[in-house]
């Protein structure tokens, strides 16, 4: 009666958990790792609700086989979230989840009712334990790897792992019926390590997204490719680079300019997703209001803006970063009466000879960390690349 309790706890948890998810995901703009992580928790859904239907209905064997490939499935697509999160690619580690979870539920319904609870187990156990640890990885690397709210990410992922990396090896060395196994690595142990780690996963990630929802979301209002607009990441790289060999060929300098927001997913938790959105919004307006009139601006990874124009000197850059600071600062300060983000403004000037396109946006990036998290000056310039 324990277990069925301790089972019926688990199920709840995990309806609740995704419906919540779920639902917040379509009442709100979200990017790709929040939709990639809904499906993940969707795919827990699924499981819990073959698993119900393979309880309750013992004859309904095939009910094992839906619940392993869902379960590999959840798994996977939390993992392939936290690489689109830090821009990863997609395509090959897509087909190999796709792969493993119809694997999963193949091994099942290949043994067929004979199987009994644990048919096709070790199909579903090994990329459980390979997806997890990948999936702890990621949330170390990139993007992620800056994120506060990600360390709890890393200890779910990392002690799920483990758990059925512990749970292959007593599988295969003293088998399902053993006492280790039972005890360690038994229904009971896996249905409470499922409500941590969902809580965990739910929480982790709706942090992590809230501060990602607004940066990422307005993109598509700001007229991609405009001239007028703030461009996409590869069109701002492009144009950049061909404004240094042009700048170089008529004697000028490029100064390239970052902007960066930090703690906005605190905000966003804190006040509401509103007023983090409006904060972005005000933004990207204030850093176009203090642009130059040629001047260019583009998106960035880690939800920054770049602008490029030039300058006829270092000091040149710098005031136009100070106005372009107070204007951020002044656009911040009316739309939220005081709750402000952490702003940082990077500048990197290019010699006429020696500027490089990859070089200034690294060393502007850079200055940018550094000015978010100082204290002296919220505008750096940086020093010239070697």
Sequence with gaps: MEQDSLATVTALVVVVSAVLFIVETFLRRDDAAGRL???????????????????????????????????????????LGCRRYNEGS???????????????????????????????????FVPLWVFAGLAALATRRGALR???TAAALTCAFAVQSTFYAGRVVAFVAAGPESALFETWFGTAAASVLTIVLTITMVVGTSVLRAGRTGLR?????????????????????????????????????????????????????AFGIELADELVAQGRDAVRRST???????????????????????????RLGMAMYRELFDAFNAASGGVLPSLGVGIAVGSVRGQDADALLADARAAALRAASSVASAVLVAEPSA
């Design 146 to 148: 800056h994120a506060p």
């Design 217 to 269: 979301g307005r993109a598509a209002h700001d007229g991609e490719g405009s001239p007028f607009g703030i461009r996409s990441r590869a069109e701002f790289d492009a144009a950049l680079a061909q404004a240094v060999l042009d700048a170089r060929r008529h004697g000028e300098q490029i100064a390239v300019f970052v902007v960066r927001l930090e703690e906005l997913d605190y905000i966003a938790t």
């Design 90 to 124: 997609m395509r090959g580690p897509a087909a190999v989840v796709a792969v493993a979870a119809a694997a999963a539920a193949a091994a099942a319904l290949l043994e067929g009712p004979e199987g009994g609870d644990w048919a096709g187990a070790l199909w579903m």
């Design 292 to 318: 130059t009139a040629l001047a260019v601006v583009g998106e960035q990874d880690d939800d920054l803006l770049a602008v490029m124009t030039t300058v006829r000197s270092s000091g040149e850059a710098r």
């Design 37 to 79: 992580w809904a499906l993940g928790f969707l795919s827990g859904l699924v499981t819990t609700l073959f698993y119900l239907v393979w309880a309750t209905q013992p004859a309904s064997w095939w009910g094992v086989a839906g619940g392993n490939g869902a379960f590999v499935a959840s798994t996977g697509l939390m993992w």
